[in-house]
């Protein structure tokens, strides 16, 4: 009876211990973690946008060069070129994949896309964040839609080369792309 209530009491003083630690370490580091949360976004718009910056001036520029838009609940990045980018998240074929995708002032046709997060198959379709890979999405035309084609045989304004041994990756992000765009487009131009 004795032994079961020390073992009662150390358990209920350890996770004491330990619950008061962790809330403290994470009181200490929530706002350097929402800080580099902030970097990494604005670092991300940055870069789809085509704005140069260096790591320590990423916030002045951010805020020099970019207006933020929100329509509907919907957030969207402008530069003073007209080229307008916005975030992406869905799923995959294995899970979420998150990224950001900028669209020249034409409303037309895809400038950058940047995958920020993905739990694609290492090697096959976790390819889709390869920036040899993203490259193939420049200047591609958004509407009526994107279409991926088997690797190698993109031809038309609007095809991209899906990624061989990847096909549900490679539909996945096809059918989040198309649907994500479609959708912030009808925000932007407010049909």
Same mark, same amino acid.
């Given at each position: 009876?004795?032994?079961? *209530?020390r073992?009662?009491i150390f358990v209920?003083?350890?996770?004491?211990?330990?619950g008061g630690?962790l809330?403290?370490i994470?009181?200490?580091?929530?706002?350097?973690i929402?800080r580099?949360?902030?970097?990494?976004l604005?670092? %991300?718009? *940055?870069d789809?946008?085509?704005?140069?910056?260096? $790591?320590e001036?990423?916030l002045?520029? @951010?805020?020099e060069?970019?207006?933020?838009?929100?329509?509907?609940?919907?957030v @969207?990045y %402008?530069s003073?070129?007209?080229?307008?980018? @916005?975030?992406?998240?869905? $799923?995959?074929?294995?899970g979420?994949?998150e990224?950001?995708l900028?669209i020249?002032?034409?409303?037309?046709?895809?400038?950058?896309?940047r995958?920020?997060?993905q739990?694609?198959?290492?090697?096959l379709g976790?390819?889709i964040?390869e920036f040899?890979y993203?490259k193939g999405?420049?200047?591609?035309?958004?509407i $009526?839609?994107?279409? @991926?084609? $088997?690797?190698?045989?993109?031809k038309?304004?609007?095809e991209?080369d %899906?990624i061989?041994?990847?096909?549900?990756?490679?539909?996945?992000?096809e059918?989040l792309?198309?649907e994500?765009?479609?959708k912030?487009?009808?925000?932007?131009?407010?049909?």
């Amino acid at each position: 009876m004795k032994s079961a *209530l020390r073992i009662l009491i150390f358990v209920v003083a350890m996770g004491t211990i330990s619950g008061g630690l962790l809330f403290g370490i994470n009181s200490l580091t929530a706002t350097m973690i929402a800080r580099n949360e902030e970097l990494k976004l604005k670092s %991300a718009v *940055l870069d789809v946008l085509e704005i140069p910056y260096r $790591p320590e001036n990423v916030l002045e520029l @951010f805020d020099e060069n970019v207006k933020i838009l929100e329509k509907g609940d919907s957030v @969207f990045y %402008a530069s003073v070129d007209g080229t307008t980018a @916005f975030k992406f998240k869905g $799923p995959g074929l294995w899970g979420t994949i998150e990224g950001i995708l900028s669209i020249n002032s034409d409303l037309k046709t895809i400038r950058v896309l940047r995958i920020l997060h993905q739990e694609e198959t290492p090697g096959l379709g976790g390819r889709i964040a390869e920036f040899e890979y993203l490259k193939g999405f420049r200047n591609k035309e958004i509407i $009526p839609r994107i279409s @991926f084609v $088997p690797s190698g045989k993109a031809k038309a304004n609007n095809e991209v080369d %899906a990624i061989t041994g990847a096909t549900g990756s490679s539909k996945a992000l096809e059918k989040l792309l198309n649907e994500t765009i479609q959708k912030k487009l009808s925000l932007l131009i407010g049909k």
